[in-house]
């Protein structure tokens, strides 16, 4: 089993950054694809970000402002997040799981609590 635990989310104003992290716990392996998810009130969970040993994944909307990173020693993702809009606003979820694609099919191994994200106009 993994546990994952996000912080660092928060109230900014648009233009503004905020730096997610996700800690790993448990039976870690540096080989799993993480990262991040996010929800709207009223929307579907939708992928934000993956990285894996070798490549980074982005969706359309965000590329370009956010980052994510991981680090392998610490097992911990992290997603630098910038220029935020307030349609960036949702609680956003930390994932982990065996496969990328599992990003793709949403069909995670493990899902974090979340945390929210709140940018306003």
């Known amino acids: 089993q993994v546990q994952l635990e996000e912080s660092g989310g928060g109230l900014v104003q648009a233009g503004g950054s905020l730096r997610l992290s996700c800690a790993a716990s448990g039976h870690t392996d540096s080989t799993y694809a993480m990262g991040w998810f996010r929800q709207a009130p009223g929307k579907e969970r939708d992928f934000v970000a993956a990285?894996?040993?070798?490549?980074?994944y982005y969706q359309h909307s965000v590329k370009g402002r956010f980052t994510i990173s991981r680090d392998n020693a610490e097992n911990t993702v992290h997603l630098e997040m910038t220029n935020l809009k307030p349609e960036d606003t949702a609680v956003y979820y930390c994932a982990a799981s065996l496969h990328y694609s599992d990003f793709m099919r949403r069909t995670l191994d493990y899902w974090g609590p979340g945390t929210q994200v709140t940018v306003s106009s």
């Open positions: 990285i894996t040993t070798t490549n980074t």
